[in-house]
């Protein structure tokens, strides 16, 4: 059996310098404040939704914001939390909805 490295050069698709395809992903990324509305966190990356609020971040500028439900700082999966505190009642118009009858 030939070594992985050996497969790779004998493949021609890894031989091709052409770089990605013009005109697939977005060019007008710029920096944007992300906040949690469950427990405040705010976060600066960069994205291409579209906002109409700002906030003014820690460094003094102006970014963009954009409110999250949910990210990593409150989703059970990260912080290890058993139960998800739902804001918008979801929960509980379920369980009033199907509750047994008695």
Known sequence: MRPCKQKIRQNPYFLKTESMKKGLHPENYRFVVFKDMSNGHSFLS?????????????DGNEYPLI??????MSHP???????LVDT???????KKK?????
């Open 46 to 58: 960069r994205s291409t939704a579209a906002t109409k609020e700002t906030v003014k971040w820690e």
């Open 67 to 72: 409110k999250l439900e949910i990210s990593s």
């Open 77 to 83: 999966f990260f912080t290890g939390q058993k139960m």
């Open 88 to 94: 918008a009642g979801r929960i509980d118009k379920f």
């Open 98 to 102: 199907y509750a047994k009858k008695a």
